[in-house]
């Protein structure tokens, strides 16, 4: 079935850890997307792809990289130098043209990640 | 700066009822609105999309409006199930076509009692 796979659902981190989310999609889509969600909150947006190697920074890129060497796969790093990384993070992805076509943005189903 | 406000935070209604979420945003130059729906611990499914010239779309027992000029849409659903329990979220796009660059309301966490 077409769909995006985030994994892992969950995740730990000490303190001074890089993790990577890792977030794959077999629907075509040229565009991708990290988002960050806090309890009750809604949807920040951490970096998002256009196109294969190439990404933009969102709202909230400090402390997070990402990079875009694939259509389909689109990784999230959150590095050390993220303070408060306790948090859901969702991956989506959409076609390129989204905003012409009004084609809508998928989800994944999420990572949580708590640092410990 | 865009800023997405969504009201009740939260609703707890007796199955059956008919029920009326709000979303509000500042700035009116948006592309389209969509409503989505959040179970817990899950990601986000798209509900209904309304392109900016429209004024309203209907799916099933959902009918959501927008009002541009004022900064409002509404997701209207109907006959109301415990199976519609969840969060319920609204995003703009912006006017520009720099990627998809969502702004989100926080949500308005729905719960229908049998």
């Known amino acids: 079935d077409g769909g995006i796979t985030q994994s892992p659902k969950y995740l730990f981190r000490k303190e001074g850890q890089n993790v990577t989310l890792s977030c794959e999609q077999n629907?075509?889509?040229?565009?991708m997307y990290w988002y960050r969600q806090d309890p009750g909150q809604g949807l920040r947006l951490i970096y998002y792809?256009?196109?294969?190697?190439?990404?933009q920074k969102g709202d909230i890129a400090e402390g997070y990289s990402v990079s875009r060497e694939k259509k389909e796969s689109f990784p999230l790093t959150v590095t050390s130098a993220q303070k408060n990384p306790t948090a859901f993070y969702l991956c989506?992805?959409?076609?390129?043209?989204?905003?012409?076509?009004?084609?809508?943005?998928?989800f994944g189903e999420g990572s949580w990640l708590t640092v410990v | 700066k865009q800023e997405v406000t969504q009201i009740p935070a939260a609703l707890s209604v007796p199955e059956g009822e008919n029920l009326v979420l709000n979303c509000s945003f500042t700035?009116?130059?948006?592309?389209?609105l969509q409503w989505f729906r959040q179970d817990p611990g899950k990601g986000l499914t798209s509900l209904l999309l309304?392109?900016?010239?429209?004024r309203e779309q209907t799916s099933g027992r959902l009918n959501a409006s927008l009002d541009k000029s004022s900064g409002r849409s509404t997701l209207y659903i109907a006959a109301s199930q415990p199976g519609d329990s969840a969060t319920y979220l609204c995003?703009?796009?912006?006017?520009?076509?720099?990627?998809?660059?969502?702004?989100f309301g926080e949500g308005t966490q729905l719960t229908v009692n049998p």
């Open positions: 989506a992805s959409s076609p390129r043209w989204a905003v012409v076509s009004g084609n809508t943005i998928y």
């Open positions: 629907l075509n889509h040229d565009a």
């Open positions: 792809s256009q196109i294969v190697n190439d990404f």
């Open positions: 700035d009116s130059a948006i592309y389209n």
């Open positions: 309304i392109q900016s010239s429209q």
């Open positions: 995003a703009v796009r912006p006017r520009e076509t720099s990627g998809s660059r969502l702004t």
